[in-house]
């Protein structure tokens, strides 16, 4: 089979097949212009959904930044009256320590008797005292104070020694010299 084309055929064959590109072309155009349209239909929706979301969170973000300067403040206003309930406790016990003096009395007054003044502690007893204010001894949350008579101050200290022993936790912390019992008479 031998097929002769002439110039008047080959021009018709490709108006043909060019007729029938142009129809597949426009059959894929008519199924996807649609999803173009859709696309940038949708490009849109999105740009303006993204734009909504973006001022919604500049909104909750300017929310939030309030909120947070709002709880900081509380914050520090919550920390600042500790801190001042704090140092108002700390100054009323001082204050109450420093009102309150307990006295213990030693010896009997003699002529030949001085009078000595002393400061005794217990750490331990006004640790339980501040910790359990029912069974502890209430007056070691004060200040002790102690007056002794005594010949000298060699008596006076072993007077302290026998009534305040150290192995119970009591401390002399300071013994002076007041008078005698003659100038204490006189006066």
Known sequence: MYLEL??????????????LVAIV???MLRVVIPDVYEWVADHDKVRRETREAQAA?????????????????RNAERFRM???????EMTLGAVERDRVEVWHELGRQGVADSLY????????????AQRDFDSAP???????????????????????????PADSGFALQELTFVGTGRAAGNV
């Not at 002439?6 to 007729?19: E, K, R």
């Not at 010949?151 to 026998?162: F, H, K, S, V, Y």
């Open 6 to 19: 002439t110039t008047s055929d080959v021009v018709i064959l490709s108006g043909a097949a060019a007729c």
């Open 25 to 27: 072309l426009l059959e």
């Open 57 to 73: 969170l500049e909104k909750l973000m300017a929310h939030n930044r309030e909120h947070a300067a709002h709880r900081d403040r």
């Open 82 to 88: 500790k801190s001042q309930l704090s140092r108002l």
């Open 117 to 128: 003044t002393g400061r005794v502690a217990n750490r331990m007893l006004a640790d339980q």
């Open 138 to 164: 209430t007056i070691w949350r004060y200040t002790n104070n102690v007056r002794v008579w005594a010949p000298g101050e060699r008596n006076a200290r072993q007077m302290l020694a026998t009534e305040f």
